[in-house]
């Protein structure tokens, strides 16, 4: 091979697709949310990380809109409230399609260093995915 030439070979082996920053945690999380004008409204998350959740919504939320949102767990016997501002980064409609409930992957926008730290460890006192 020439000096400045690409080497073109195929190249083989493992490929890890997993494109996500932080582990995800299955949990089953009453959330409240809302948008910006709107009622709050009321669901759940189903997994969670330190980057983001996903929930379940009765309406179908576009990409890229902004909500407010609670999370709300225990750690031991203490109820524990998490505030954020998140963002709407995909959406699919449940496989049962009669129940009408949205998948959709929020990613945190705006949280707290105090609310992060509570979300931190609930998640550490739970089994990985």
Do not use: C
């Given at each position: ?66 909500l407010s949102l609670k999370l709300f767990f225990y750690i031991g016997s203490e109820l524990n ?38 979300l931190k460890n609930f998640l550490r006192s739970l089994p990985p995915s």
């Amino acid at each position: 091979m020439k000096t400045g030439e690409k080497d073109t070979k195929p190249r083989y082996g493992i490929v890890n697709f997993e494109r996500r920053k932080y582990p995800r945690f299955n949990v089953d999380l009453p959330i409240e949310y809302a948008r910006n004008d709107s009622a709050v409204k009321h669901d759940r998350a189903a997994n969670a990380s330190e980057g983001g959740l996903l929930v379940y919504l009765p309406e179908k939320i576009e990409i890229g809109q902004y909500l407010s949102l609670k999370l709300f767990f225990y750690i031991g016997s203490e109820l524990n409230t998490v505030e954020t501002l998140v963002q709407v980064v995909w959406i699919d409609i449940h496989l049962d399609i009669s129940w009408g409930d949205y998948r959709t992957g929020v990613k945190f926008i705006d949280i707290s260093s105090e609310d992060m730290t509570m979300l931190k460890n609930f998640l550490r006192s739970l089994p990985p995915s």
